[in-house]
T-cell receptor, first 114, second 116 residues
Framework: KAGVTQTPRYLIKTRGQQVTLSCSPI?????VSWYQQTPGQGLQFLFE???????NKGNFPGRFSGRQFSNSRSEMNVSTLELGDSALYLC?????????????FGPGTRLTVT | GENVEQHPSTLSVQEGDSAVIKCTYS??????FPWYKQELGKGPQLIID?????GEKKDQRIAVTLNKTAKHFSLHITETQPEDSAVYFC???????????????FGQGTILTVHP
């Protein structure tokens, strides 16, 4: 079974621009969670989508948004980029129903804001 | 909300020794505790997990123990090998639902170095 894929793997943007990152979950998984990883703050939860609906959201400003498509693929968008948005953005795929908790991560998208 | 503390932040061992990483959590509602291994340039890889109805779980050289009363859990790696060198993260989560869907709260990570 193929793992979680994320595109692009690397991205360089300028302050004020916006960016869209993509995540394809493991086949059959309907839940996608997004995390931001930085050296200072570690791994922090952004939001979770299931069946095209956002079920949970972390403590990030409204500039961070996401969506999920009917095939479970997900995108996250960051508008008006700031230098502090430079991070590794990870998505994690899960079955998303019942008591099955396991989350499997993709390789991440490394975003650099200059 | 949940807070997870992880110690030590760095751990250096000789090949063949054991390594132990400890985490404490604050939310008594947490009942799922995964451990992840992250190698340079890769995403976190789930290596073992434990649920609150189990006190210990083993998978070859890796074991995890959970003490719900004290709110702490530990990762034990025996017979360490150089390829075990990586950053290890613990995490905690309550049952999925409400504000808990999809959310893992992570510790700050432990850099494990295994010297040949």
């Amino acid at each position: 079974k193929a793992g979680v894929t994320q595109t692009p793997r690397y991205l360089i943007k300028t302050r004020g621009q916006q960016v869209t990152l993509s995540c394809s979950p493991i086949s059959g998984h309907r839940s996608v969670s997004w995390y931001q990883q930085t050296p200072g703050q570690g791994l922090q939860f952004l939001f979770e989508y299931f069946s095209e609906t956002q079920r949970n959201k972390g403590n990030f400003p409204g500039r961070f948004s996401g969506r999920q498509f009917s095939n479970s693929r997900s995108e996250m968008n960051v508008s008006t980029l700031e230098l502090g948005d430079s991070a590794l953005y990870l998505c994690a795929s899960s079955v998303g129903t019942g008591q099955i908790y396991e989350q499997y991560f993709g390789p991440g998208t490394r975003l650099t804001v200059t | 909300g949940e807070n997870v503390e992880q110690h030590p932040s760095t751990l250096s061992v000789q090949e063949g020794d054991s390594a132990v990483i400890k985490c404490t959590y604050s939310d008594s509602a947490s009942n799922y505790f995964p451990w992840y291994k992250q190698e340079l340039g890769k995403g976190p890889q789930l290596i073992i997990d434990i649920r609150s109805n189990v006190g210990e779980k083993k998978d070859q050289r890796i074991a995890v123990t959970l003490n719900k009363t004290a709110k702490h859990f530990s990762l034990h790696i025996t017979e360490t090998q150089p390829e075990d060198s990586a950053v290890y993260f613990c995490a905690a989560s309550p049952s999925p639902g409400g504000t808990s869907y999809g959310k893992l709260t992570f510790g700050q990570g432990t850099i494990l170095t295994v010297h040949p």
